[in-house]
């Protein structure tokens, strides 16, 4: 029989619906995980054990909701409301939201319990959960590697089945990155198909809310639950998804992202996928997104600029920690210089930096026409095909405290941010192992194409990969 963490989100929530199995014991068999390998894993910052036993036991096998007593992580940097939320920073480590995000709201109006929240790097700020102010996240697979971040917590806890499913927040690759070190699905949704009310901002015109879960068929299942427009959050729309057609899919693959930096075993394993899903009927072409480097420049001056405006609000009287002081100058400095990680600390004095008078010209304004341009790649590609295949990472998961220059660490994001940019879907999904280590592809599709991707994904999970 198999273990009820070995289940997959669909196969809980029917099995809990149809009274086969309990919400206590399912909940217990999870709770049971984390207390085996939290102390070795370090995915979560809180786990509500008492919130969430007294949840379990209140659920009604007649009760109603697609997720009806199943329990979900969720990234620290989302809200929950009279539940510890600390975007994996001090400066908020005592903050007890008054009120749910959007999809918290969503998640538990279909019978969802919170079971904890997820490490992440601080503010989301990162591609390894090493900038943690909670300690470093460690790799399944490898205790001496990296997650992957900023929601390595997430991807960790669903990869090391302590949790089914978990929801996290995607600005350059936070959601795809990780999931691809950890072996699981991620997904980043198009910018403004899913609310970000509840979100601790980090850049608010790429941020985005997504899943991490064990299987693609999880990914549309929690999808579906926390799509769709919110009157809290002006970003949002409901736009018309784009469906799957009988005519044969066109899967392009860019010739920007097989250059000089990508790992040749991870390289080979794209290929693999597109002579798999070459052989499934589907057709392959050469795409060319020409403005792709410059992605990373672009995203390193909009993240920061728009970083030292969100963050300006955790000043220690509003929000944030408060240091006694002689004065407000001071009050200032202790609190925000005690508060703040190195790499918080970072992003705010380059964003402040780009945004100065006589330099928001020559930098932010300039990186928004570059990101325009970034767009019209994808647009152009998107005519000749309908979705593109692509590495996640250039490389399979570091080591924990190899990437100390802080340019080497941003270039793993190097696959995932354009995506960001263009404020298009991206799917990571699982394509085997390489030396031990997860590898995952990426497939990234025009605005409101979540079906297609996930159509695609599924088809990638029945191959073979060795």
């Given at each position: 029989?198999?273990?009820?963490?070995?289940?997959?989100?669909?196969?809980?929530?029917?099995?809990?619906?149809?009274?086969?199995?309990?919400?206590?014991?399912?909940?217990?068999?999870?709770?049971?995980k984390?207390?085996e390998?939290?102390?070795?894993?370090?995915?979560?910052?809180?786990?509500?054990?008492?919130?969430?036993?007294?949840?379990?036991?209140?659920?009604?096998?007649?009760?109603?909701?697609?997720?009806?007593?199943?329990?979900?992580?969720?990234?620290?940097?989302?809200?929950?409301?009279?539940?510890?939320?600390?975007?994996?920073?001090?400066?908020?480590?005592?903050?007890?939201?008054p009120?749910?995000?959007?999809?918290?709201?969503?998640?538990?109006?279909?019978?969802?319990?919170?079971?904890?929240?997820?490490?992440?790097?601080?503010?989301?700020?990162?591609?390894?959960?090493e900038?943690?102010?909670?300690?470093?996240?460690?790799?399944?697979?490898?205790?001496?590697?990296?997650?992957?971040?900023?929601?390595?917590?997430?991807?960790?806890?669903?990869?090391?089945?302590?949790?089914?499913?978990?929801?996290?927040?995607?600005?350059?690759?936070?959601?795809r990155?990780?999931?691809?070190?950890?072996?699981?699905?991620?997904?980043?949704?198009?910018?403004?198909?899913?609310s970000?009310?509840?979100?601790?901002?980090?850049?608010?015109?790429?941020?985005?809310?997504?899943?991490?879960?064990r299987t693609?068929?999880?990914?549309?299942?929690?999808?579906?639950?926390?799509?769709?427009?919110?009157?809290?959050?002006?970003?949002?729309?409901?736009?018309?998804?784009?469906?799957?057609?009988?005519?044969?899919?066109?899967?392009?693959?860019?010739?920007?992202y097989?250059?000089?930096?990508?790992?040749?075993?991870?390289?080979?394993?794209?290929?693999a996928?597109?002579?798999?899903?070459?052989?499934?009927?589907?057709?392959?072409?050469?795409?060319?997104?020409?403005?792709?480097?410059?992605?990373?420049?672009?995203?390193?001056?909009?993240t920061?600029?728009?970083?030292?405006?969100?963050?300006?609000?955790?000043?220690?009287?509003?929000?944030?920690?408060?240091?006694?002081?002689?004065?407000?100058?001071?009050?200032y400095?202790?609190s925000?210089?005690?508060?703040?990680?190195?790499?918080?600390?970072?992003?705010?004095?380059?964003?402040?930096?780009?945004?100065?008078?006589?330099?928001?010209?020559?930098?932010?304004?300039?990186?928004?026409?570059?990101?325009?341009?970034?767009?019209?790649?994808?647009?152009?590609?998107?005519?000749?095909?309908?979705?593109?295949?692509?590495?996640?990472?250039?490389?399979?998961?570091?080591?924990?405290g190899?990437?100390?220059?802080?340019?080497?660490?941003?270039?793993?994001?190097?696959?995932?941010?354009?995506?960001?940019?263009?404020?298009?879907?991206?799917?990571?999904?699982?394509?085997?192992?390489?030396?031990g280590?997860?590898?995952?592809?990426?497939l990234?599709?025009?605005?409101?194409?979540?079906?297609?991707?996930?159509?695609?994904?599924?088809?990638?999970?029945?191959?073979?990969?060795?």
């Amino acid at each position: 029989m198999m273990q009820i963490t070995e289940l997959s989100l669909k196969q809980l929530a029917g099995g809990i619906r149809k009274g086969d199995l309990s919400a206590k014991e399912v909940l217990q068999a999870f709770l049971q995980k984390i207390a085996e390998k939290e102390p070795q894993l370090n995915a979560f910052i809180s786990v509500f054990t008492k919130e969430v036993l007294g949840g379990a036991k209140s659920v009604k096998k007649e009760g109603k909701g697609r997720l009806l007593g199943v329990p979900l992580a969720i990234k620290d940097n989302i809200v929950t409301k009279g539940l510890r939320t600390t975007a994996g920073s001090k400066i908020i480590e005592d903050f007890i939201p008054p009120y749910n995000a959007t999809v918290v709201t969503k998640l538990l109006a279909e019978g969802a319990l919170i079971l904890g929240k997820t490490n992440m790097d601080e503010f989301a700020m990162g591609s390894s959960t090493e900038n943690s102010a909670y300690g470093v996240t460690r790799n399944p697979y490898d205790l001496a590697r990296v997650s992957g971040g900023s929601s390595g917590g997430s991807a960790v806890a669903v990869a090391a089945r302590m949790a089914p499913a978990a929801l996290g927040t995607d600005t350059g690759g936070s959601i795809r990155q990780p999931a691809a070190f950890c072996g699981v699905v991620g997904l980043k949704p198009t910018y403004g198909a899913v609310s970000r009310y509840g979100a601790i901002a980090l850049t608010s015109s790429l941020d985005q809310i997504g899943t991490l879960t064990r299987t693609v068929e999880d990914a549309k299942f929690l999808f579906e639950i926390i799509r769709g427009k919110d009157p809290c959050d002006a970003t949002t729309v409901q736009g018309e998804a784009i469906r799957p057609s009988k005519k044969s899919l066109r899967i392009g693959l860019p010739k920007e992202y097989f250059a000089k930096g990508l790992d040749l075993g991870v390289s080979k394993r794209v290929h693999a996928v597109a002579e798999f899903l070459d052989k499934k009927g589907l057709k392959i072409e050469d795409v060319s997104l020409p403005h792709t480097e410059y992605g990373l420049s672009v995203y390193y001056l909009i993240t920061p600029s728009e970083v030292s405006a969100n963050l300006a609000r955790f000043d220690g009287i509003r929000f944030g920690c408060r240091k006694d002081s002689q004065n407000l100058e001071d009050l200032y400095l202790r609190s925000r210089g005690e508060g703040f990680g190195a790499e918080p600390k970072r992003r705010i004095i380059l964003g402040t930096f780009a945004l100065s008078s006589g330099y928001s010209d020559q930098y932010y304004l300039r990186a928004v026409r570059a990101r325009t341009l970034i767009a019209r790649d994808f647009e152009e590609a998107f005519r000749k095909v309908d979705l593109i295949l692509a590495p996640t990472t250039p490389t399979t998961a570091f080591k924990i405290g190899e990437k100390k220059d802080p340019l080497s660490m941003y270039m793993g994001d190097i696959f995932t941010i354009p995506t960001s940019l263009a404020g298009l879907p991206g799917l990571s999904v699982p394509a085997g192992v390489l030396n031990g280590l997860p590898v995952g592809v990426q497939l990234i599709g025009p605005q409101f194409s979540e079906d297609l991707l996930f159509g695609v994904g599924e088809l990638v999970e029945e191959g073979k990969w060795s």
